[in-house]
């Protein structure tokens, strides 16, 4: 592990140790709001704290078994291999972990998304895949006790959405989802085709992290906000009542609608909710794109933002073309939402491409 890590880990835990001291002290204790930022701090490094000291004790039983090696009895050395052998995997896999959690967190894992589904090329075969992805999120979101509301949405004439915006809002939600931004491409026999030809088709996912008051404050003055009637599914009610909302941010000509409340005031705040983690996205695109800039020559151009995943439904195939990984495991992937196994291999990377990075 390298010395620069080996440092960090030793203020880290002298910090820890001094929290501790800290939460014992009264001046502390009689202070609510001092006593609860402190227990957070220390709830935060204490996995890393005990995962440090474990792997410091198994250091020490690994260097105490190499001292055996040198002992005449037999069945003493033997005992010291085994326990050599027992322990060195067991210590790499601790300094990798540990590494992992050392690495600096993205500020906006633990927000809620707006996520935001469009068919592309494909017409009406696009906008049902468009359905099926939709489908497929809200399933996963199921499964990790998220909630997920449909702020607007626009049906395709066959079915599915030609766009869907809805917000998604749990524990971790941008930690897990944020590598489903892209383009999707999808390989069938559209329910259309009457000769069984493949058609190809796609969608662009977008994943915005929730912006909060605090990035920015956006201007009454840069704002045009309009009022219409709802459309669309609903029954009589949306065509009676100008409830409808269009938000129009003036400076970047961003517009966001809004029309799944009845009451105009929910759909003014849903629509303010998604123009602010737009123009966030904007300031988080700018930001990566100057960064990628700088390291273009480098490490070349690659552009996450296209073609990310092929659905390939004959074969029962989805493979994610960022790190080259195929399951065949389509039908239960899309129709129960068991995104985990696709998920987890994505934070991999990520963490590999960040270590990689960090040790440069």
């Known amino acids: 592990m390298a ?4 440092d960090k880990l030793e203020d880290l835990e002298r910090r820890y140790v001094d929290l501790g001291h800290r939460l014992a002290d009264p001046e502390t204790l009689n202070v609510p709001e001092k006593y609860n930022a402190t227990a957070k701090e220390r709830a935060d490094i204490e996995p890393i704290i005990l995962a440090y000291r474990d792997l410091k004790s198994a ?6 078994a190499r001292e055996l090696l040198a002992e005449e009895d037999e069945e003493m050395r033997a005992m010291a291999k085994e326990e050599i052998a027992r322990l060195e995997p067991e ?9 992992i959690m050392m690495l600096p967190k993205d500020p906006m894992d633990s927000r809620n998304i707006i996520l935001e589904i469009r068919g592309g090329t494909g017409g009406d ?11 497929m999120y809200a399933r996963y979101a199921a499964k990790m006790r998220w909630n997920v509301e449909i702020t607007s949405a626009t049906e395709g004439t066959a079915g599915g959405y030609k766009e869907v915006i809805a917000m998604v809002s749990g524990t971790d939600v941008y930690a897990h ?26 969608c662009t996912v977008a994943i915005l992290p929730e912006a909060q008051d605090v990035d920015f404050k956006i201007d009454d003055s840069d704002l045009r906000i309009d009022v219409y009637r709802s459309s669309g599914a609903g029954g009589q009610h949306v065509n009676k009542t100008s409830s409808a909302i269009r938000v129009t941010h003036i400076p970047t000509n961003t517009v966001v609608c809004c029309q799944d409340e009845r009451s105009q005031h929910k759909n003014k705040d849903r629509a303010l909710k998604i123009l602010r983690s737009r123009l966030l996205d904007m300031q988080r695109q700018k930001l990566e794109s100057e960064r990628a800039d700088v390291r ?14 092929t659905y390939n439904y004959p074969q029962n195939r989805i493979t994610d073309h960022r790190i080259g990984l195929t399951v065949y495991n389509l039908d239960t992937v899309v129709e129960t939402g068991e995104l985990d196994e696709i998920i987890k291999a994505l934070k991999t990377a990520e963490h590999l491409e960040m270590l990689s990075r960090e040790n440069a």
């Open 3 to 6: 010395s620069k890590l080996l």
């Open 125 to 135: 075969e696009a906008a049902l895949f468009a359905g099926d992805l939709f489908e």
């Open 59 to 64: 250091e020490t039983e690994l260097g105490q």
């Open 91 to 99: 210590i790499h896999e601790r300094r990798e972990a540990l590494q």
């Open 177 to 202: 989802l944020k590598f489903e931004a892209g383009t999707h491409r999808v390989q069938r026999v559209p329910v259309t085709e009457s000769q069984g030809r493949i058609h190809t088709s796609a």
């Open 296 to 309: 273009k020559n480098m490490v070349g151009s690659g552009d996450r933002s296209e073609r990310i995943r």
